[in-house]
């Protein structure tokens, strides 16, 4: 009944009793966690704590506000009290840099497990759960939720279905497949409410972040032949907005759904001049390889990387790039 099953089942036998063996287990994802991140961090959790292990949900940054309401969230922490782990479980992970620099590698020594649905996968780890066709990594998780017989609950139903809305954009994107929808059905069952999620998510927006987007907007640059828009948040912007640079999440989707953008950019300035530079693209374009040229990763239609330079040095590379290898076909 599920299309991806066949694909996961292998390695999903080979992480079952990987699980079960452990019980000192430390969940993480991705730094500047998003929905996907995470809804499955805090799905993860409540799978293993089910399970009776002792789980530690670990993230370097802050979980933003915005999922603060999925129960569970409360337990992430910023710190970790040691480095003595059965298992390290990492989520929505497309390279290790991603986990952020305070991210304490050299520290942990346990057996690694990466589950994750982006286009690179991992090799350095003990199963590898990886599956490119699915939306999210929550839809993943519901798989592995059925194969450890963990009932799925209100709360895990809650979280996947945050992890699948956020990363398929509301069912917009094309990796919404029939198999996303029967999850959901599964998740939707559990009679979670999901205006109550997609209010939490979607309009509930800070006046701050919304002033922010004010200023954003007004930075919008266009390349000659529209196919290439850019927006940026600079250090003074956020001051002046009293927004830190999480508080940009999105805003990118607004320079993707202009008339004629193939790829939009969005930068963050992190310092003087070093800005993260986020790529979003439409239909058949890879930004993966874009953000792949600055030592970055993602997958074809998300991806990030930083670069030293100003907004305009910056804009022009990336405009080079696409102009040479990514708008040619
Ligand atoms: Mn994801």
């Given at each position: 009944m599920f299309d991806r099953l066949v694909h996961l089942q292998p390695n999903i036998d080979r992480l079952v009793p990987l699980i079960r063996g452990a019980q000192r287990i430390l969940v993480t994802m991705h730094c500047r966690p998003d929905g996907d991140a995470a809804g499955s961090a805090v799905a993860m959790g409540h799978i293993l704590r089910a399970l009776g292990k002792d789980v530690t949900v670990f993230n370097v940054d802050e979980i933003p506000e915005t999922f603060?309401?999925?129960?569970?969230?409360?337990?992430?922490?910023?710190?970790?009290?040691?480095?003595?782990?059965d298992l390290l479980i990492v989520l929505d992970c497309a390279e290790p840099s991603l986990l952020g620099r305070k991210f304490p590698h050299d520290k942990l020594s346990c057996p690694r497990v990466f589950i994750d649905h982006h286009s690179v996968p991992y090799s350095d780890c003990v199963v590898n759960l990886h599956d490119s066709q699915a939306s999210a990594v929550g839809e993943i998780l519901f798989h592995l939720c059925r194969a450890l017989d963990v009932e799925l609950t209100k709360e895990i139903a809650a979280a996947l279905y945050t992890s699948i809305i956020t990363d398929t954009g509301s069912f917009r994107y094309t990796s919404t497949s029939a198999d996303s929808m029967r999850v959901c059905s599964y998740l939707i069952a559990t009679e979670i409410d999901v205006w109550d999620i997609a209010s939490h998510i979607?309009?509930?927006?800070p006046a701050e972040k919304m002033r922010l987007l004010g200023l954003v907007l007004q930075t919008l640059w266009i390349s000659r032949d529209g196919r290439l828009a850019c927006l940026h948040a600079n250090r003074q912007m956020l001051r002046k907005c009293h927004c830190s640079g999480a508080m940009t999440d999105g805003f990118i989707n607004y320079a993707r759904s202009i008339h004629g953008v193939e790829v939009s950019i969005f930068l963050t300035q992190l310092e003087e001049d070093l800005y993260r530079l986020s790529f979003r693209s439409r239909g058949h374009i890879d930004v993966s390889q874009i953000a792949s040229r600055f030592g970055g990763g993602g997958h074809k239609n998300a991806a990030a990387c930083t670069l030293r330079g100003s907004v305009e040095s910056i804009r022009s590379q990336v405009e080079e790039i696409c102009n040479r290898e990514i708008f040619i076909s």
């Open positions: 603060a309401f999925l129960p569970g969230a409360e337990l992430i922490v910023r710190e970790l009290q040691d480095y003595d782990y979607y309009e509930n927006v």
